[in-house]
């Protein structure tokens, strides 16, 4: 490289720098009359306990994709070599039909809330549950099939996912439940509707987020 | 529903004052108490690793010395030591004592948005505590599979803790997700929600920004480590085979089909290096804000701090496959991770360069947190340049898993973080206390700590390159290391009793300045951020006594031409601008 090209790169960069640096030390919240627009600056519009939930909404996501990718990559004959598909049990397809039900009924329970129906939204969110509780006992019974069958060894690691994954997913939906019967409770003791739209808005959420886990899971189990 | 913002609905009677000691001390629901039960709980087991890393040293200086140790012990102290000091210790010191305690009053918030998730935090930490320690007292003791746990040692027979030791420490680290997720939720939503009126993001301090970016950074990676704790106690007790390959175990089929090793290192190095940053970003945050006051000057460069912090989170995701450049892996891959392992080396860099340029021309004060402070960027900047050459895959080849990667993590993730943790123990104990850590006591803990450090691991390096391995009970003898080994590892361990006998003259200094402290007054750094303006030293339950502070500026205003004094407190108002109470009565005016 010649001196003069030398010389102008260094300028450039020495002025590209010094722009870089302005730029960055600049304090721009700092203008405009200071404090004086302090309404504007302000946190997000939505309740705390919402913004908790979808944090923990992206937890639960970040746990799940792991596993879908562990499940992935242990496929991989490259990582390990002995996976034996498996046929799921046919009742897993009635089981979806039920969690899509319980869905359904705790969207029913969310506009109910809404407009302060205390009767029907008892009666809504005890249809959510208890189709709730059926899709847990379906995932029992067809566990239990498998067994008898003999043919889900655990040392097989495609059935060992399975069990592994839908245990998780369970799991996921018992927690639910627990916050499900802490609101019936406070129905019970005389909760107006009304001030139970937040929890039972999340609540549907929720069932409806883990509806979607289901559903991707239960496309990976069925199409390896 | 019409949303009110959490500092717009302020009711300072709306958390009930906690009437027994019970309700104060013990279930208490108060960020502050939880930080100081997080804090000290964190202290004590750092205290028994720190124990345990004394019980290595002497083995290795004087091997055949000490017939309370033996090579399984050895393998078991080495295991419980580095997992104790980054997850029981860092993270939770770090986030559940400093997050707690500070995010609140830097954020001008009468405390965490849930106070009761808060306290079930502290006590779900503490049970994985319970559990961990545990470990030691169960048939064949702690397990000693390393702090990495990889299959298939971790669970064969052979290994220390194989039966009931690693099960434990899975069971604890599951434990201790969850109470993390039960804090990181609530410090996240504290941040985000709840910040007083005028506190916008970009005016929050830098150490808000550290253990805020760290907390996203937990929530996210500490699931790989659930998954991976899940499948390998699985692997254990019901013999399924997702991480153990077909193995031959003392001469028998273990009954394993055929697992993936691999698997597992992928998904504990994916949680395993957003958490060297999920330990290094509060500290980077905390740093710059003890340099920023100590020197009467601004953090230079506020917002490409901030960016850094961001920049370096969002990078932590992409570089994990690094710490498995032995593995076997694509020559393809080790060049993407290499890469990306030096990219996040530049926002790094501009962090250290920031530091350095805050401290220009400063008008320094050499108190005992900015000595801390400023040993920081030393021992950092010499585990990142090492860490530099681990990154390249022909580099790290010879010298993993030799002393070179003990002495560049060291540097890097141990004593850095330590003394930044010390500086803000200094720093921040008068706000907690009321009093002053006596000066005298710092000085010698700062250089006796800092001369140590450098003289356990800088020698540990060359010990590296001549190959000595990490993880070995005795070197024995072989054609590779000559005597002077021995020599250096005899001089380190002195260094090592040294540093480690200087801690308990911090710990007195602690229990001595709690009666015998100056008394410290509200503000005795003269510091700018929020945290220093309380109405009372230490703050009463709720903070801010009858009204929320309201922020008018960033936290570094200091040494301001044409101001009396040579800062400006967060909640002091810019010349001329309306007053608080006219301003609450038209809020949109003068807009
Ligand atoms: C004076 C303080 C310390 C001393 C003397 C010390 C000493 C040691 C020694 C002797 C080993 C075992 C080396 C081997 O045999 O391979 C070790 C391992 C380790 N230390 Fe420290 N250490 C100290 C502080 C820390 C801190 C603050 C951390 C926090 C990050 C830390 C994290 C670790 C880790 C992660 C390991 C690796 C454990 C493993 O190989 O599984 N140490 N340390
Ligand atoms: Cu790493």
């Known amino acids: 490289m010649n001196p003069i090209t030398l010389a102008i790169a260094l300028l450039c960069s020495v002025v590209v720098w010094g722009l870089i640096v302005r730029h960055l030390t600049a304090m721009p919240w700092e203008e405009a009359g200071g404090g004086s627009h302090l309404r504007d600056i302000q946190t997000v519009d939505l309740p705390a306990a919402k913004v908790a939930f979808y944090a923990l909404l992206g937890v639960i996501t970040s746990l799940f994709l792991l596993f879908f990718t562990a499940y992935n990559m242990r496929m991989n004959p490259s990582h390990g070599g002995d996976w034996h598909s498996v046929a799921e049990p046919g009742l897993l397809w009635l089981n979806t039909g039920l969690l899509i039900l319980s869905s359904v009924a705790m969207q029913w329970a969310r506009a109910l809330a809404k407009r302060d129906n205390q009767q029907k939204l008892l009666l809504a969110l005890i249809f959510g549950g208890l189709l709730t509780l059926a899709f847990l006992t379906g995932q029992m019974v067809a566990w239990g099939q498998m067994q008898a069958s003999g043919q889900y060894s655990l040392s097989n690691p495609a059935s060992a996912f399975f069990y592994l994954l839908t245990a998780v997913h369970g799991f996921h939906l018992i927690g639910g439940l627990v916050v499900w019967g802490l609101t019936l409770k406070k129905i019970k003791g005389g909760a107006s509707a009304q001030s139970l739209q937040l929890t039972v808005e999340l609540c549907s959420v929720y069932w409806h987020y883990l509806l979607v886990v289901w559903l991707m899971l239960f496309a990976i189990l069925v199409s390896t | 529903m019409v949303y009110t913002p959490i500092a717009d609905s302020d009711d300072p009677h709306a958390l009930h004052d906690p009437q027994s000691f019970i309700s104060k001390y013990v279930w208490s629901q108060d960020h502050k108490v939880i930080a100081i039960q997080y804090a000290l709980t964190a202290l004590s087991v750092g205290l028994l690793a720190l124990v345990l890393s004394g019980m290595m040293r002497?083995?290795?200086?004087?091997?055949?010395?000490?017939?309370?140790?033996?090579?399984?012990?050895?393998l078991q102290f080495v295991t419980m030591h580095g997992m104790i000091m980054v997850i029981y210790l860092l993270t939770a010191l770090f986030l559940g004592g400093f997050g707690n305690y500070l995010i609140p009053l830097m954020c001008g918030t009468r405390d965490m948005v849930f106070p009761y998730l808060n306290m079930l935090s502290y006590?779900?930490?503490?049970?994985?505590?319970?559990?961990?320690?545990?470990?030691?007292?169960?048939?064949?003791?702690?397990?000693?599979?390393?702090?990495?746990?990889?299959?298939?040692?971790?669970?064969?027979?052979?290994?220390?803790?194989?039966?009931?030791?690693?099960?434990l420490m899975l069971i604890s680290l599951g434990v201790f997700i969850i109470a993390f997720t039960m804090g990181g939720l609530n410090y996240v939503t504290t941040v985000l929600q709840a910040r007083c009126k005028g506190m916008s993001m970009m005016r929050m301090p830098l150490t808000v920004w550290?253990?805020?970016?760290?907390?996203?950074?937990?929530?996210?990676?500490?699931?790989?480590?659930?998954?991976?704790?899940?499948?390998?106690?699985?692997?254990?007790?019901?013999?399924?085979?997702?991480?153990?390959?077909?193995?031959?175990?003392?001469?028998?089929?273990?009954?394993?089909?055929?697992?993936?090793?691999?698997?597992?290192?992928?998904?504990?190095?994916?949680f395993g290096h957003p958490e060297v940053y999920i330990v290094a970003l509060p500290a980077f945050g905390m740093v710059s804000d003890v340099l920023s006051v100590h020197a009467r000057k601004a953090i230079f460069g506020y917002r490409m701090m901030v960016w850094a912090i961001v920049a370096i989170g969002a990078l932590s995701f992409v570089v994990w496959a690094h710490h498995m450049y032995v593995s076997g892996m694509n020559p393809y891959f080790g060049f993407f991770f290499a890469t990306t392992t030096l990219i996040i080396a530049i926002p790094t860099a501009i962090k250290v360069y920031n530091w350095v340029l805050t401290l220009w021309r400063g008008n320094i004060r050499f108190t005992v947190p900015m000595l801390f402070a400023i040993g920081f960027i030393f021992t950092f900047t010499h585990g990142g340049l090492t860490g530099l050459f681990l990154g390249n895959v022909t580099v790290d080849l010879p010298l993993s898993d030799t002393y070179f990667v003990v002495g560049h993590f060291h540097m890097v993730m141990g004593v850095s973080p330590v003394l930044v943790l010390f500086a803000a123990i200094y720093h921040w104990f008068p706000k907690v206390t009321g009093r002053l850590l006596n000066t005298t006591m710092g000085k010698w803990h700062f250089w006796l700590t800092f001369l140590g450090t450098y003289s356990i691991y800088l020698p540990m390096h060359y010990l590296g390159f001549l190959g000595v391995p990490r993880r070995y009970f005795a070197n024995g003898t072989s054609d590779f290391m000559p005597d002077s080994v021995q020599t250096i590892n005899i001089s380190i361990t002195v260094a090592a009793l040294i540093v480690a006998v200087v801690q308990l003259l911090f710990l007195f200094n602690l229990f001595w300045s709690l009666k015998h402290g100056e008394k410290a007054g509200s503000n005795p750094w003269e510091a700018a951020s929020l945290e220093w303006q309380t109405p009372d030293t230490p703050p009463k339950h709720g903070n801010w006594g009858a009204e929320l502070p309201v922020c008018h500026r960033w936290a570094y205003d200091y040494s301001v031409p044409g101001h009396a004094t040579d800062f400006i407190p967060q909640n002091e108002p810019h010349n001329g601008e309306d007053s608080l109470e006219e301003m609450s009565a038209h809020p949109e005016e003068d807009h």
């Open chain 2, 58 to 74: 002497l083995q290795l200086a004087f091997p055949e010395s000490f017939t309370f140790i033996n090579p399984s012990n050895y």
């Open chain 2, 123 to 167: 006590w779900v930490y503490l049970l994985s505590v319970l559990i961990l320690l545990a470990s030691f007292f169960v048939p064949g003791g702690a397990t000693g599979a390393g702090w990495t746990l990889y299959p298939p040692q971790a669970i064969m027979p052979g290994t220390p803790g194989a039966d009931y030791g690693i099960l």
């Open chain 2, 210 to 270: 550290g253990i805020f970016t760290a907390t996203i950074l937990g929530l996210l990676a500490f699931p790989a480590l659930l998954v991976s704790a899940i499948m390998m106690t699985l692997d254990k007790t019901l013999g399924t085979s997702f991480f153990m390959p077909a193995v031959l175990s003392m001469g028998a089929d273990a009954g394993y089909t055929g697992g993936s090793p691999i698997l597992f290192q992928h998904l504990f190095w994916f």
